[in-house]
């Protein structure tokens, strides 16, 4: 009775999963069936829209280049239809001018052409009396031709030849036919230039309706269309900064050596280098076959070779890399792949199109998920981060490639770095994966790949200053291969930045083996574990060397735990004197604790020019009482921007950090004879910014051995700063603006940017302050401009 039962549950249980499965499939096909039908119907019409779509394309691009200007002109008070009157009468007056000067130069060639002639015609007869004599393939050439000739005489013999001549039309039918050639790209460039007129007009609501149909997320399609602009016109703006730095070197090198029209073929440059890998090699045509032409001899056309040669050498290796840097975002084969598509779809004219359609694309990837493929595919970022790509290599058994990976992020990071931001990440993937999806062989693999690879890392860079000494630290591995791979991985750390530290093996914490460990005289020890649930083992190992060495400082090194349960009492709980997350946690707290090495970790080194940095500081109107207003709003502006507890502007002092605008009441403090609220300089955060002139972002305090003991950061429970500094006109670091919160974070690259713009927002109030109460002491009236000025302080 109790056995029938299984039989049946595992019976069961398999078809129920099948039934899973192929239901998974078939929705997997469907989905990939519909991507396929949407992906034809979407290509189908593009092409046989392209009559409509292309002027629509040219329409918006060449908006996209002019939208700058016209925003320049609103900003300095002109409305917006007499602003797009304005750029546009510039530009078809430009264009005007330029066709002038091109006429009159293709019309002095045209002129000079027959002249050329006879040079022409001797330089083709000695070519042909060159070419003339006898060769190798001559004989094949010979019985390819007679063989020609018999197949034309076999197929004569059997048929007639007809051709259909079509009668010629009357002299109206011809007329109107070139009227009509002549007439389509008048009317192309009309109905271009009607759409970039209407696209400047109706911006804003062309951007409401594109915001409309991405739909979703309103600051993600905002971000989305922002980038797609931002990245279109700085393409365009290199592009034509790229060709006009080839064109005029170009056309003056021309009319040096003396080649006709040397403007003219500067300008078609120019030009035709908007055309992607084919517009380069049609404009070097031009000013050659002229020097063929011209010079009865070679030297002529040697020397353009040479110029075109050079020129393209620098603007492909130092002027583009230089200029274009990542400003489509697009990888170099996306942007192949991408000219042969539209190239095919709507020929030499999709091909000039192609990079910004396809950033465009590009875009839509970033900002709808369903479209993500194309970020993928279309991206110039690695789709595998450096820790992905050496775990992957790794698993493949491939640990040359995984140590030249390695080596390369160090030339970047450096070797310390390095270990804290991609070795023990690789590591931690290792762990995930251990009992989840990972095999014995890929298992082995990346425990061996690592210890090779930790093996050339540590003869590449040898810990020459902690050679021959005994060790201040021993380095153990907790209870798996991968803890003590991160036992090694911390002890080559410690040796870079000069404490002797080695490594020993254990296989199981016994009494006996602990014993073996030989730590006598060793004054620091390091448990390393990678278990997402460490506390018994961890607990038990500090037991026994405790047992055994009641004097040894034990630090804990827990690398893949939440850091919620690192916080608090957590190291008195396992039996450990400190708790570390990360190798340089570790290495911080390792020099703490070491006599020789120990230091007052919140107190920042003092500027070489500090005498002259709080000169200049007493020198602006930044701790004028009368600011305290406008510098609270800005604050309360971070404050609210970045979501966190407590903004501050602060200024150091030679003595001390006087907190002149804040985002709230802050309590804890000591107060001036102004009550601003002031602490010793040497608690404050803020003089870490002020040290080093660079922004500073402590994710969480407690994971950082310079704050960790911070009185500030205790008091207020705080665990995360972010500070920029606050720079006055000649270079001096006068304090920061910091914000503050009680919970662990960090910031992108784009809110740090963010974070310095309002401090350079508090500069430039400050700056203002300090020009009005000049005027007032010198009795200069103030003028309607400055009052303006003045009053535009940040709410």
Not at 168 to 174: E, S
Not at 340 to 348: K, M, N
């Amino acid at each position: 009775m109790t056995t029938t039962p299984a039989p049946s549950r595992r019976v069961v249980q398999p078809e129920a999963g099948a039934i899973a499965a192929a239901d998974l499939a078939g929705a997997d096909i469907v989905k990939v069936a519909a991507a396929l039908v949407s992906a034809a119907v979407i290509i189908a019409a593009l092409y046989y829209g392209q009559d409509i779509l292309i002027p629509l394309a040219f329409a918006f691009l060449i908006g996209f280049a002019l939208n700058p200007p016209v925003l320049w002109l609103r900003r300095r008070g002109l409305p917006k239809v007499i602003a797009i009157v304005a750029v546009m009468t510039v530009v078809l007056v430009l264009l005007a001018g330029l066709f002038l000067v091109l006429g009159t130069q293709v019309r002095s060639l045209g002129e000079q052409l027959p002249s050329y002639q006879s040079t022409i015609h001797n330089k083709l007869n000695d070519l042909k009396a060159q070419f003339r004599a006898p060769g190798m393939l001559d004989g094949a050439l010979n019985a390819i031709a007679s063989l020609q000739k018999e197949v034309e005489s076999v197929q004569g013999a059997g048929a007639q030849r007809v051709e259909i001549v079509p009668a010629p039309g009357t002299q109206m039918q011809v007329a109107l036919v070139w009227l009509g050639r002549v007439l389509e790209p008048l009317a192309t460039a009309g109905i271009v230039l009607v759409f970039v007129v209407l696209a400047l007009l109706d911006r804003t609501d062309l951007r409401d309706r594109l915001l409309r149909i991405l739909g979703g997320n309103l600051h993600r399609s905002t971000d989305a269309i922002e980038d797609a602009g931002r990245r279109i016109s700085r393409y365009l703006l290199m592009q034509l900064v790229v060709n006009t730095t080839f064109a005029i070197p170009l056309a003056l090198g021309l009319w040096l050596i003396g080649v006709p029209g040397a403007l003219l073929w500067g300008v078609v440059a120019a030009v035709l280098r908007f055309v992607p890998y084919l517009g380069a090699l049609i404009s070097a045509v031009f000013p050659l076959a002229l020097a063929f032409a011209v010079d009865p001899g070679w030297h002529m056309v040697l020397w353009t070779l040479a110029l075109i040669a050079g020129l393209e050498l620098i603007s492909n290796n130092i002027v583009e890399p230089m200029l274009y840097g990542t400003s489509t975002g697009l990888s170099a084969i996306s942007l192949i792949a991408a000219a042969t598509f539209w190239t095919a779809l709507w020929g030499p004219v999709g091909l000039i199109l192609s990079t910004p359609l396809t950033v465009c694309l590009l875009v839509l990837g970033k900002t709808l998920p369903q479209l993500q493929f194309l970020d993928t595919l279309l991206g110039s970022v690695p789709v595998l981060s450096p820790t992905e790509r050496i775990y992957q290599r790794l698993l493949a058994g491939d640990v040359d490639e995984a140590i030249e990976i390695a080596e390369s992020e160090i030339e970047t990071l450096a070797a310390v770095p390095f270990y804290d931001a991609v070795g023990v990440a690789v590591l931690r993937l290792a762990s995930d994966d251990y009992g989840r999806q990972a095999t014995a062989a890929h298992r082995l693999r990346v425990a061996e790949g690592m210890e090779a690879l930790l093996e050339e890392l540590r003869e590449a860079h040898p810990a020459t200053a902690a050679e021959g000494l005994a060790p201040k630290v021993v380095c153990i591995g907790g209870k798996w291969e991968i803890d003590a791979i991160a036992a090694q991985m911390l002890t080559h750390a410690l040796d870079l930045e000069g404490i002797p530290a080695q490594v020993r093996r254990i296989a199981h914490v016994t009494t006996g083996s602990v014993a073996r460990l030989d730590l006598d005289g060793v004054p620091i020890v390091c448990l390393n574990y990678f278990s997402s649930e460490p506390d018994s083992a961890a607990r038990q190992f500090c037991r026994r060397l405790r047992q055994r060495w009641p004097e040894l400082t034990i630090i804990v090194v827990l690398w893949n735990v939440p850091p919620e349960r690192l916080a608090g009492e957590a190291s008195k709980e396992i039996g450990a004197d400190e708790i570390a997350a990360s190798i340089q946690e570790t290495i911080g707290r390792v020099q703490r604790l070491l006599p020789e090495t120990a230091s007052e970790p919140a107190v920042a080194a003092m500027p070489a020019d500090d005498t002259e940095r709080v000169a200049a500081l007493h020198g602006t109107a930044f701790l004028d009482e009368a600011l305290r207003d406008d510098l609270d709003a800005i604050a309360k502006r971070a404050a609210d921007a970045f979501d966190v507890d407590v903004a501050m502007i602060s200024a150091i002092d030679a003595e001390q950090e006087v907190v002149i605008g804040g985002s709230k009441e802050l309590s804890g403090f000591g107060r001036d004879e102004a009550g601003r609220p002031i602490l010793p300089r040497r608690a404050a955060i803020c003089d870490h910014v002020v040290a080093s002139g660079e922004t500073l972002v402590v994710a969480d305090t407690e994971r950082d051995a310079r704050f960790t003991d911070n009185p500030v950061a205790k008091a207020w429970g705080l665990r995360f700063y972010a500070g920029a500094p606050l720079r006055s006109s000649d270079g001096h670091v006068l304090g920061a603006l910091c914000i503050l919160d009680a919970e662990a974070r960090n910031l992108d690259q784009r809110e740090r940017e963010l974070l310095e713009k309002l401090a350079a927002d508090v500069v430039e109030t400050i700056s203002r302050a300090r020009a009005g109460s000049s005027r007032q002491q010198s009795g200069e009236p103030e003028t309607e401009a400055s009052a303006t000025v003045a009053q535009q302080v940040p709410d």
